[in-house]
């Protein structure tokens, strides 16, 4: 019985921390739908109308060789995280002013960080 506890508060952080981290599948659909028309990820991505997103998070925006950013994108001081990628994807020119990416922005909290979740799978 003393195990019990232990045990059930175990299984309640796995449960929360698994579901904070996104549904990935959910994430490549949204990706699918909403960003690969212009991005690439994965083994053979390559820049397309947009940079590929391969190791995303934690490099610096306007960094890929392969790709022509706008001035502002090169000029910004942003590293691509959890918080930045949520701010961005959510409104890209209020977080790049200048920024060459035609996006209106997703609203979903949600649907954003499933994307998130999806993306951290192409490190």
Do not use: H, Y
């Given at each position: 019985m003393k195990y019990v506890l232990p045990i059930a508060l175990a299984m309640c952080f796995h449960a929360t921390a698994s579901a904070a981290a996104?549904?990935?599948?959910?994430?490549?659909?949204?990706?699918?739908?909403?960003?690969a028309s212009c991005h690439h990820v994965g083994p053979s991505a390559r820049a397309a109308f947009g940079p590929?997103?391969?190791g995303l998070f934690g490099r610096k925006a306007g960094s890929t060789a392969d790709f022509r950013y706008s001035d502002a994108m090169k000029a910004s001081k942003v590293v691509w995280?959890?918080?930045?990628?949520?701010?961005?994807?959510?409104?890209?020119?209020?977080?790049?002013?200048?920024?060459?990416?035609?996006?209106?922005?997703?609203?979903?909290?949600?649907q954003i960080e499933d994307l998130l979740a999806y993306l951290r799978t192409y490190r």
């Open positions: 996104g549904n990935i599948e959910a994430g490549r659909e949204a990706f699918t739908r909403l960003c590929q997103l391969n995280s959890d918080a930045t990628l949520t701010a961005f994807v959510q409104s890209p020119g209020k977080v790049v002013p200048g920024t060459k990416m035609r996006f209106w922005g997703m609203s979903n909290p949600t």
